[in-house]
């Protein structure tokens, strides 16, 4: 047993340069965790509130006053127990009082804490003594959505390279991006091409084009390496849904239209990885759109989700997916996330452990995705905030060969 004896929360600064919510966590062994919370923009509308009405000013003012004197002199070991205490002192179903970034944050600086006390790394504390398998890196090539103005409509054209080796695949994905983006220099030559929030290229293409682009390098890394790699696309369809229609640039669907677009994009650009192809609500779209490609590909549940083990349940119940991603801060607590995890394993769902449009230097996501045995980990292709990630999957595939 070790005793939380000092905790504190503070402002710092998020990869949008917006402030976001660090806490510190020490312990009476001389053991300190630190978390930040990452952020969204492109938000499911049921995940948990990020932050109380007041902002987050108030979510540091709650930890002061409430949080911090309840949990020190608490056994750090008791993650469980501690995480009940944020939702007791929360008192709501989402954290709409306390802020699910507070929450997040507190609940991994303990276990960061946890870990550093007992003298293991984050992803063996979480993992115990189940056999560690590496995740697969998802990286964003080209995006657009609510993560760039003038880019595409569909929020993220991805790439999923399976090397035998996470360090490989992490290489090649930034390779690919840095090629994607010469051809796209090549192609506006008057034109200086910027990147977005998650550091995908962003140009004024449509869909189909982008993602020719993107199918193009792929095909050419295909056939220099020996190593499947796949795009992917994260829709983010909440995003552009509106009064019953999704809304593209160039033209405006219905859902049935949107569904045969995407099958058709499916079978054309041998996509194996759609996230979010329908928006938030529609898990009987879902249902129908994963019957039709679900063999072909992975249907990934997002906003559909919000890594919330009641919206899995319902979504296992109907069939509405293959695939789930998991946002440690759409569900607030260490304890939840992997409460949803577990779920989607005893249901055969794949799962993808993902950044936030909005991150930081804080590498922790890499942890928790070997650490619950994550299949794939979402967390872009370059950006320092991004690099952290992979760069600790990288030392952690190391140490484990070790
Ligand atoms: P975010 O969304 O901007 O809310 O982090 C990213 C995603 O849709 O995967
Ligand atoms: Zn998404």
Redesign the pocket.
């Known amino acids: 047993m070790s005793i939380i004896d000092a905790a504190f929360a503070r402002k710092v600064l998020d990869s949008r340069g917006n402030p976001t919510v660090e806490v510190e966590i020490h312990t009476d062994n001389n053991a300190v965790g630190i978390a930040i919370a ?7 509308s049921h995940e948990v509130r990020d932050y109380p009405p007041k902002g987050i000013d108030e979510s540091l003012k709650i930890f002061k006053e409430k949080v911090a004197p309840e949990i020190i002199g608490q056994d750090i070991y008791n993650q469980k127990y501690i995480d009940q205490i944020l939702h007791t002192i929360d008192g709501s179903t989402n954290f709409a009082n306390i802020g699910g970034n507070l929450a997040i944050a507190t609940s991994i600086s303990v276990a960061k804490a946890a870990a550093n006390d007992i003298g293991l790394p984050l992803h063996r504390y979480l993992g115990g003594h189940v056999s560690i398998r590496m995740p697969v890196p998802v990286a964003n090539v080209i995006g657009g959505g ?2 760039a103005i003038n880019g595409t409509t569909i ?2 054209f991805l790439v999923i390279s399976h090397a035998k080796k996470v360090s490989e695949s992490v290489f090649m994905n930034a390779d690919i991006h840095r090629q994607v983006g010469k051809k796209l220099k090549e192609k506006f030559p008057n034109m200086s091409i910027g990147v977005g ?2 550091r995908a290229w962003v140009v004024p293409l449509n869909d189909e084009e982008a993602l020719k682009i993107l199918k193009s390098v792929i095909d050419d890394f295909r056939s220099r390496y020996d190593i499947d790699i796949y795009p992917g696309i ?1 829709v ?1 369809a909440s995003s552009f849904f509106s009064n019953g229609k999704y809304v593209y640039k160039e033209k405006e669907l219905e859902k049935d239209e949107q569904i045969e677009f995407l099958v058709n994009l499916v079978d054309e650009y041998e996509i194996k990885y759609l ?2 192809p329908l928006e938030e609500n529609d898990f009987e779209g879902f249902s129908k759109l994963t019957r039709l490609v679900g063999s072909k590909t992975l249907v990934v549940g ?2 559909l989700f919000v890594t919330n083990p009641e919206r899995l349940m319902k979504g296992i119940e109907s069939d509405a997916a293959n695939a789930i ?1 998991l ?1 440690p801060n759409q569900i607030g607590t260490l304890t939840d996330f992997i409460k949803t995890t577990k779920l989607a394993k005893e249901a055969a769902y794949t799962t993808v452990v ?5 991150e930081s230097e804080d590498n922790a996501l890499a942890e928790i995705a070997v650490g619950v045995g994550g299949e794939y980990i ?1 967390t872009g292709a370059i950006g320092g905030e991004r690099t952290s990630k992979l760069n600790q999957l990288i030392r952690i595939e190391e140490y484990m060969e070790d």
């Not at 993902?354 to 909005?358: A, C, Q, V």
């Open positions: 990452p952020s969204g923009a492109s938000k499911g609510k993560h929020q993220e929030d998650e994260d983010a996230e979010d997002d906003d991603l946002k993902s950044h936030r449009s909005g979402k």
